[in-house]
């Protein structure tokens, strides 16, 4: 079955460090990748996609198809930067999106 | 663009009452999701919905839940009957086509 699996519930770092969010799927078809991101108090916005390739906010993904990983990176974590992340994956020719249970990211000062 | 809106965005039901929660998706979206987030899990995909057509329920329950997204007005999704497991935060997202979807803020449903 498909799923995707967030396996830190937590992650906390400081200001300046680097930030790795890890996420990983299960699918053996095409998938697509996303990372979504909820500030204190706001809705979940869409942060990127894998078939941009684009970097926001300084956060880069590689969907790696040989680990079935999208992990989430930050060269240098920002206080801004706390907030829930939630991974999801798109099935080819398909419109449900599959999330991950969510990472907290606290940046501490 | 008001983005896509929610409501209520808390309400609080006894066991037994029905619960109506809204979603007006953003201008020029047909498409309406519904998700459910129950503590400390991902989002659950509920149901998808074009105007006056339910395209997917897979992920409602049998039972109590329905959707609809008339012609004129928001989406509902009412629960009959709630129970206290039917206490989470309801999400709903619209998208032209099936492109990126846009959430709302969310509907925290709780029952007492």
């Known amino acids: 079955a498909q799923r995707v699996t967030q396996p830190e519930k937590l992650l906390s770092v400081f200001k300046g460090a680097p930030v790795e969010l890890k996420c990983n799927y299960s699918?053996?078809?095409?998938?697509?990748l996303f990372w979504y991101v909820q500030y204190s108090r706001q809705r979940l916005q869409l942060l990127l996609r894998?078939?941009?390739?684009?970097s926001i906010k300084g956060f880069t993904a590689d969907l790696n198809k040989g680990e079935t990983s999208f992990h989430l990176k930050k060269p240098f974590a920002q206080e801004e930067d706390s907030a829930m992340y939630y991974c999801?994956?798109?099935?080819?020719?398909?419109?449900?999106?599959?999330w991950g249970a969510g990472t907290k990211l606290i940046i501490k000062p | 663009n008001a983005g896509v809106m929610q409501n209520p965005r808390h309400l609080v039901r006894r066991r037994g009452q029905e619960a109506r929660l809204r979603c007006s998706p953003m201008k020029g979206h047909s498409h309406v999701y519904w998700y459910r987030q129950l503590p400390e899990e991902g989002l659950k995909f509920m149901v998808y919905l074009q105007k006056e057509n339910i395209i997917d329920e897979s992920g409602m329950p049998k039972e109590r839940f329905s959707a609809e997204f008339p012609k004129e007005g928001p989406s509902i999704l009412r629960i009959q009957q709630v129970v206290r497991g039917d206490s989470a935060a309801y999400f709903c997202?619209?998208?032209?086509?099936?492109?990126?979807?846009?959430f709302g803020p969310g509907t925290r449903l709780l029952v007492l």
């Open positions: 997202a619209s998208s032209r086509f099936q492109e990126t979807q846009y």
């Open positions: 999801a994956l798109k099935m080819d020719s398909n419109y449900q999106l599959i």
């Open positions: 894998h078939i941009s390739r684009e």
């Open positions: 699918y053996s078809g095409s998938p697509e």
